[in-house]
C-alpha cells in the first residue's frame, strides 16, 4: 500500500510549481515512511520557498495551495509532538489569508474563494485548540476562537450569494486541482471540511468552562441551529446528534445560573428535546453512529438529574438505569460510574454527579 502510494505520488505532482515540487514530493513520501525529521526539513523548505514565490505561480486557489503546505508541514510537526512549532506555521499559513500585518484581528483578504475563506476558519480554529492544549494564557485561546466565529459570520454565512461563486463552481479545472490537492497532501479532516458549527461550538465550551454562561448560551444555539436547519434543508445523523449533545449544555447552561422551578422546568424542556432527537436519529438510521450513541447516553443522564432536582425519583431512577445501559454497552466506564453512583444517592438527599456535557 505504501509503495503504491508513493509511485503514484512521484507521478502525479505537475499540478504543483517545479520551484516547490520537488522538496513537496521528497517530504511527502518520508512522513509516509514515518521519517518525520527529514520530511520537516523538505516540507519547510518548501513553505518557505512558497512564502516568496508570487501567488499567480500556484495557478487557481493559490491560498488553498500555499496554505496546505503549511498545513501538511504542521501536521508532520505535531505527529513529531513539536506542537509549539506547529502552532506557529499555523500562524503563518493564516497571516497569508488575512489583510495587512495579519495579527489575529485582521479580517481576510477581499477576493478570496469560498474554500479559502473556510480555510481561514480552520486555520483561526485548529490555532485554538492548539492554544489550549499549550497552556497557552486563555485570553490567546479566546482571541482565535472568537476569530472563528467572527471570520465564519462576516466572510462565509453573511457572503453575498452573488459574489459567493467560488472558483470550484466556476470552473470545473479548479475542483479537479482542490480534490487532487487534498489527495496529494493528505490533510487533516479539521482543514477539509465545512463545519460552520464548531467554531461556535468550540467557542461556547469556551465560555462555558470560564464561567461565563452569557456568552455560551447563544453560541451553542448558532450552533444548534446551524446542525439542525429548517426545513426543507436536511442534515446529517452526525449533526442532529451533535445538536442533541448541545441541547444537553444548554440545559445544563440554565441550572447552573438558577435552580428555582422555572429554571428547572427550562432546562428540563432542552433534555427533552435532546433526547428525543438523539432517539429519533438513532431509530431512522441503519448503522451505529457513535456522536448518536453518546448523545442518547448523555441525554438520558441529564433527564435523570433533573427528574431527581423535582422530586421524581422514580421516573429519575428508571432514567439513572437506561443511562448506565447505553453507557456501559458503548464503553463510557465514567458515564457508568457516575449513573451507578447516582442510583446509589437517590433518595439520601445527597449530591448526584453533575449533569454530563458534551466534550469540546
Known amino acids: 500500500m505504501t509503495i503504491y502510494g508513493i509511485g503514484e505520488l512521484w507521478g502525479s505532482m505537475t499540478m504543483w510549481p517545479k520551484e516547490v515540487r520537488n522538496d513537496l514530493r521528497q517530504g511527502l513520501r518520508e512522513s509516509m515512511r514515518e521519517e518525520r525529521g527529514i520530511a520537516v526539513q523538505y516540507l519547510t523548505r518548501a513553505w518557505e520557498t512558497a512564502k516568496k514565490m508570487k501567488l499567480e505561480e500556484f495557478g487557481l486557489q493559490p491560498y488553498m495551495k500555499t496554505t496546505g503546505i503549511a498545513i501538511t508541514l504542521a501536521a508532520v510537526l505535531e505527529a513529531d509532538s513539536k506542537h509549539e512549532r506547529a502552532y506557529q506555521v499555523y500562524q503563518e499559513a493564516l497571516s497569508q489569508l488575512q489583510e495587512g500585518a495579519g ?25 485554538g485548540e492548539l492554544a489550549e492544549q499549550l497552556h497557552k494564557p486563555a485570553e490567546e485561546e479566546e482571541k482565535w476562537l472568537v476569530h472563528s466565529v467572527e471570520t465564519t459570520l ?96 444548554i440545559a445544563e447552561l440554565i441550572l447552573r445560573t438558577s435552580m428555582d422551578s422555572a429554571s428547572v422546568e427550562q432546562a428540563e424542556s432542552w433534555a427533552n428535546k435532546g433526547l428525543e432527537v438523539a432517539s429519533r436519529v438513532r431509530k431512522s438510521t441503519f448503522r451505529t ?35 448506565m445501559h447505553q453507557a456501559r454497552s458503548i464503553g463510557l466506564k465514567e458515564a457508568v460510574k457516575n449513573a451507578e453512583k447516582a442510583i446509589g444517592e437517590l433518595g439520601r438527599g445527597a449530591e448526584v454527579p453533575s449533569v454530563l456535557t458534551k466534550n469540546k
Open 103 to 127: 495579527d489575529s484581528t485582521s479580517r481576510l483578504r477581499t477576493g478570496l474563494s469560498a474554500p479559502e475563506r473556510m480555510r481561514g476558519v480552520a486555520l483561526a480554529y485548529r490555532l
Open 154 to 249: 462576516r466572510d462565509i454565512m453573511h457572503a453575498s450569494p452573488k459574489k459567493d461563486v467560488s472558483i470550484e463552481r466556476a470552473m470545473p479545472e479548479g475542483k479537479v486541482e482542490a480534490s487532487g490537492m487534498v489527495e496529494h497532501l493528505k490533510l487533516p479532516m479539521w482543514a477539509t471540511s465545512h463545519d460552520l458549527a464548531a467554531p461556535f461550538e468550540a467557542l461556547g465550551s469556551f465560555y462555558s468552562k470560564t464561567g461565563k454562561v452569557s456568552y455560551a448560551m447563544p453560541l451553542y444555539l448558532q450552533a444548534i441551529s446551524i446542525l439542525i436547519p429548517p426545513p426543507p434543508q436536511v442534515t446529517s445523523a452526525d449533526d442532529q446528534c451533535r445538536a442533541a449533545q448541545l441541547m444537553g449544555n
Open 289 to 323: 453512529h457513535p456522536v448518536c450513541e453518546h448523545a442518547y447516553a448523555m441525554m438520558l443522564y441529564n433527564l435523570a438529574m433533573i427528574r431527581d432536582m423535582s422530586g421524581d425519583q422514580d421516573r429519575a431512577r428508571q432514567l439513572f438505569v437506561e443511562s
